[in-house]
């Protein structure tokens, strides 16, 4: 399991931004970008990939339709922890595309989505889960994953992995 590191994180002049805030609005089961970190979706745009990140998250990640309740109630509940300060920025991007921003807790606490608990004790690193990856498991996952990543070299489409359905990319 792997994040990336963003471009710039560790220089005087990088403002770290993430997918979800404390403060931010409800999420939208429609906007593409919810689960996307802003600073991955910068380096799509500067590598001229952009829509190409855009119609893998609509048609591979989201399948073709929203986000689901459980995958909505994941981020409300990140935006709950950050309110709270239990978890903060890592100044990582998951490898795998939407490319959710990793959080890393700051104390032990626990989320709720999709009707499970989720415990995580300070120093785990949580990221959003997508449903392709949430396939790929042997057990139930959920939209969380808390583990201890590893850096990633590179960042992948889900339309590359192996259970992708990749026809559906072709229709934007």
């Not at 910068?42 to 001229?48: H, M, P, Q, S, V």
């Not at 959003?128 to 583990?147: H, N």
Request: aromatic fraction near 8%; proline fraction near 6%.
């Amino acid at each position: 399991m792997s994040d990336l590191l963003k471009a710039l994180f560790g220089t005087p002049q990088y403002i770290s931004r993430t997918d979800t805030t404390p403060d931010g609005p409800a999420p939208d089961p429609n906007d593409v970008w919810a689960f996307t970190d802003p600073d991955a979706r910068d380096d799509y745009a500067r590598r001229g990939r952009l829509k190409h990140l855009e119609r893998d998250i609509r048609y591979e990640v989201m399948r073709g339709g929203h986000w689901q309740p459980e995958e909505l109630e994941y981020k409300s509940e990140i935006r709950q922890l950050l309110r709270e300060g239990v978890i903060a920025d890592k100044g990582t991007y998951w490898f795998r595309s939407p490319h959710p921003t990793v959080y890393r807790a700051q104390r032990d606490s626990a989320l709720s989505a999709a009707g499970k608990i989720y415990r995580f004790r300070a120093g785990d690193e949580l990221v959003f889960q997508c449903r392709m990856e949430r396939d790929e498991a042997e057990d139930d996952p959920g939209p969380a994953l808390i583990a201890r990543l590893q850096s990633a070299d590179e960042a992948v489409l889900c339309g590359d992995m192996s259970g992708a359905m990749k026809s559906m990319g072709r229709r934007m």
